[in-house]
């Protein structure tokens, strides 16, 4: 079975500094990819995905994540965060081949903005 | 904007009561999933519909857990007798997709977080 690993639980920085959340998966075939951002007392939102083609894919609020098939990893990468940022961000996969099928999601990391 | 709707919010209840969870997915979304989230953890899938039928409940605790999607929209998740390892969130979300190799994006509520006393 599928699985995923969220190597930090916890990652504080500093307004305005780079971050990365990092993700692996246990998959050795084909894989959908994802991340998912919560925002307290809220349900998850999606920040970004890897169906297939380029291996770096982007979201609208300046998160990058780059799918690493070698590593089995998807991390999640942003060059400067803001306050706002602030959430529990969940990196998830599902299968390809299997239309519907449900999502299997890290433990996630909580990301915490300090000014 | 559609949005996946859940009810109630909170619901504080003691053990051996029973308890249930409304979902309301968006609107021409076929496949609906209920997932628990542990305080600290990640969601775990509990049950998933496609229409009114059930496709996943190999994690469903049958013993205390139910679910329904009767008329292929919305759904109930219950609980009887609700035990003190219950207490979680429980989120819903929905998705149109149905395609093999074109998987639709999973929609989710705001969940119903669950405290049992």
């Known amino acids: 079975a599928q699985s995923v690993t969220q190597l930090d639980s916890q990652v504080p920085v500093f307004e305005e500094a780079p971050v990365e959340l990092r993700c692996n998966y246990s998959s050795s075939v084909s894989v959908y990819l994802f991340w998912y951002v919560q925002y307290p007392n809220q349900g998850l939102q999606l920040l970004l995905k890897y169906l297939s083609g380029s291996t770096l894919v982007e979201s609208i609020n300046g998160f990058e994540a780059e799918f690493n098939k070698s590593q089995t990893s998807f991390h999640l990468r942003k060059p400067s965060v803001h306050i706002s940022d602030t959430a529990e961000y969940f990196c998830a996969v599902s299968d390809p081949y299997q239309a519907g099928t449900a999502l299997i999601f890290g433990k996630g990391t909580t990301l915490s903005v300090s000014s | 904007e559609a949005e996946v709707a859940q009810s109630p919010r909170y619901k504080i209840t003691e053990k051996s009561q029973a308890v249930a969870f409304w979902c309301d997915p968006i609107?021409?979304?076929?496949?609906l999933y209920w997932y628990r989230q542990i305080l600290g953890q990640g969601p775990e899938l509990l049950v998933q519909f496609q229409d009114e039928s059930v496709v996943d409940d190999s994690q469903l605790p049958k013993d205390r857990f139910s679910a329904e999607r009767l008329k292929g929209v919305d759904s109930t998740l219950k609980i009887q007798p609700a035990e003190l390892g219950d207490s979680a969130m429980y989120l819903c979300?929905?998705?149109?997709?149905?395609?093999?190799?074109?998987?639709?994006?999973?929609?989710f509520g705001e969940g119903s977080r669950l405290t049992v006393l």
């Open positions: 979300a929905s998705s149109s997709g149905l395609v093999v190799g074109k998987p639709g994006e999973l929609f």
């Open positions: 609107s021409g979304h076929a496949t």
